[in-house]
């Protein structure tokens, strides 16, 4: 077993008990001393830095907040600064007339990462990733004190969060969230998105979601998409969970939208490249593959075959590699090993 595998018996979604709604721990009420009324819109912002020309650095918010008290949840995007499918589904949601929250606060985030965002970067200028700083520190390196003033103003503020996230460069994420299933609130929020597959997880040391759940804000991520890029059916993925969350939590009237074949996996794999080479890939993202299936066939520039990449387990495509060009140890495929009856999640497994 590889350093990337992570082995533990697969469950299916109904073995995962959603617990009943928790109540509201903090009602926002102001906003860096500014009042934020029952059934306002708010366009606000968060100085997290000061750039080299000494000007203060801001990441905008928008805070809506039902006439009702109720839960506040926050929905943040570009956490790493390249990965603009969250931003995109952000300002899908602030256009939605749909969103009319009934109870609650949400907290939207379109770009957490400014400093990335404007470099189009993952990382910030210190070459520190931004999701392995939380919670953060007062006294810590650039990177820290920005998770420090994101953590207080924000995260610590809130019940539950939604993180969305997508691949990293040159790579691509079947739409699907990732969350500690061990606890039982983040398993509810995990359900109530409503996608198709969730993947088991704590997360990163120093991860956003780790944080929060130990500050006792619930949260989950969703993964989907490539980097710089808004593709529409990742963001309406995103937005339509963010939605079911928001609606299974009251705030939002109507029923959430369940996935009808919701898979767990517990256990997946990065499969490596053995040969450098040009790979033509069989599979693409969200496919469902059997095991000993040729997912890409490695060849020679001049198109003499190498090897073929094949499947280790019954597995759904998580993840993989949109370069073809390739050398031995570089990731190709991130496959989630399937739990008993994949024929249960649908697709066509040939
Ligand atoms: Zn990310």
Known sequence: ??????????????????????????????????????????????????????????????????????????????LHGDELNGTGAVRQLLRDPALRLVRGTVILVPVLNILGFDRLSRYLPDRRDLNRSFPGSKRGSLASRMARVVF???????????????????????????????????????????????????GPKGSLRQEALRAGCPTIVLEGGEALKVEPHVVSTAARGVKNVLRHLGMLEGEAERSTHQVII????????????????HVQPGDIVRKGQHLATNTTLLGQVQNTVESPFDALVVGMSTLPAISPGEPVFNLGKLPRSPRAVGGDPT
């Open 1 to 78: 077993m590889s350093a990337d595998e992570v082995s533990v018996d697969p469950v299916g979604a109904d073995e995962v008990s959603a617990a009943p709604v928790s109540a509201a721990r903090n009602p926002l009420t102001t906003w860096e001393g500014q009042p934020i009324a029952p059934g306002s819109a708010n366009d606000v912002s968060l100085a997290v830095s000061e750039s080299y020309s000494s000007m203060t650095v801001q990441i905008p918010l928008h805070i809506r907040r039902a006439v009702e008290d109720g839960p506040t949840v926050f929905v943040t995007a570009a």
């Open 266 to 281: 517990r256990r997946s794999k990065w499969i490596r490249a053995e040969r450098g080479g040009f790979l033509e890939y």
């Open 152 to 202: 207080d103003a924000v995260i610590s503020r809130c019940d539950f969060g939604v993180d969305l996230h997508t691949a990293a460069v040159r790579r691509t994420n079947f739409p699907h969230i990732r969350a500690d299933l061990s606890d039982p609130r983040v398993a509810e929020l995990a359900v109530a998105f409503g996608a198709d597959f969730i993947v088991d997880g704590r």
